[in-house]
């Protein structure tokens, strides 16, 4: 199965990707992805948990992927060599062999610290949601980019249950998170609430009916699409590639161009939306983009970036949309 999926997949590269390109996707298909963690804001005992690791044998090292990410100049485009100015959280890492024995953790059992990948973290960084905002997660499980958005929004303690207990700690602003798989709309609540993280309202809901909800009322939207998912693929993970086909994009278009219609009539004057894949190619980036765009006047959009799949980070790739104020301007 692995030698045909290899073939195709260079076969689908070759239609949209340059040799450089696909070249380096296709090394990074073949690296061990390293596990990478945040430090969770809501936590208490986040900081302490660092040295936990340590005292138990973890060789904890502090990550900086800054490099990886290109973004094209201007409206999107084919990207070109560059970096995103988004503010990111510190992040760790730990060798690829001591991946089982962290995720067991207790640190982790505990929401001390929370297992996700740098792209993932950049995508919500990327949004650039401020304190006192309305927030909107459009297709949120597992709650990743959930917790990216919340800290942004500034964590607040508020009250104890009982003495010795830890704060529940809260946001300044109104986040909702929507998800419409039912398995993930409740591993998702449930991993919020593992993180200490109070205050989202968390629906169950297909998003392509959330402007019946709150028609132009966010000033922030994410909208993690699905998608082929090629930018996940690791050789040594066969289950990150078992339901890929060269024709999964073209399944996933009407979808994804639905979703961000139904997300861009949500989105209040002035505000931006994020609209994110883990696919790399353009027909679920650029091209669904335009399209939707055709019929949003009032709606601009920025760069096309990317990250490419390697020994930290996976493929992911994001724009960034902005509706005009209500002056034009």
Not at 25 to 40: C, H, K, M, Q, S
Not at 160 to 180: C, I, K, N, R
Not at 267 to 293: I, Q, R
Request: hydrophobic residues 40%; contains cysteine; neutral net charge.
């Amino acid at each position: 199965m692995k030698g045909n999926i290899e073939q195709a997949i260079a076969s689908f590269l070759s239609r949209w990707a340059s040799p450089e390109e696909a070249a380096r996707i296709l090394d990074g298909y073949a690296t061990v992805l390293e596990p990478t963690f945040r430090l969770n804001p809501f936590s208490p005992t986040s900081e302490e948990a660092l040295a936990e690791l340590e005292r138990d044998g973890f060789s904890v090292a502090p990550l900086d992927e800054s490099h990886n990410p290109t973004a094209s100049d201007g409206m999107i485009g084919a990207p070109s060599g560059g970096t995103i100015a988004a503010p990111m959280p510190q992040l760790f890492t730990v060798p690829a062999a001591e991946r089982s024995r962290l995720t067991r953790h207790a640190a982790v059992d505990r929401g001390d610290i929370y297992l996700q990948n740098p792209a993932s973290m950049w995508v919500a960084a990327a949004l650039d949601v401020q304190p006192h905002m309305q927030v909107l997660d459009f297709c949120a499980a597992p709650g990743s980019k959930t917790l990216g958005l919340a800290a942004a929004m500034r964590p607040l303690q508020t009250s104890t249950a009982q003495p010795g207990d830890a704060p529940e700690t809260s946001f300044a602003g109104e986040l909702v998170a929507m998800e419409v798989v039912r398995s993930r709309f409740f591993k998702r609540r449930a991993n919020l609430g593992r993180l200490g993280i109070t205050g989202v309202r968390v629906l169950h809901q297909d998003g392509r009916k959330a402007p019946r909800y709150r028609p132009a009322y966010f000033d922030r939207i994410l909208l993690d699409a699905p998608c082929s998912s090629e930018g996940r693929i690791r050789w040594d993970t066969p289950e990150s590639y078992q339901y890929w086909s060269p024709k999964k994009h073209q399944e996933m278009q009407r979808k994804q161009r639905q979703l961000l219609d139904a997300a861009l009539q949500c989105l209040k004057p002035g505000g931006s939306l994020v609209y994110a894949t883990c696919a790399l190619n353009p027909f679920e980036n650029a091209e669904v983009v335009s399209s939707v765009l055709s019929t949003h006047d009032d709606v601009t959009c920025g760069a096309w970036t990317r990250t490419w799949p390697d020994a930290y980070c996976q493929g992911f790739s994001w724009i960034t949309l902005r509706r005009a104020d209500e002056l034009g301007m």
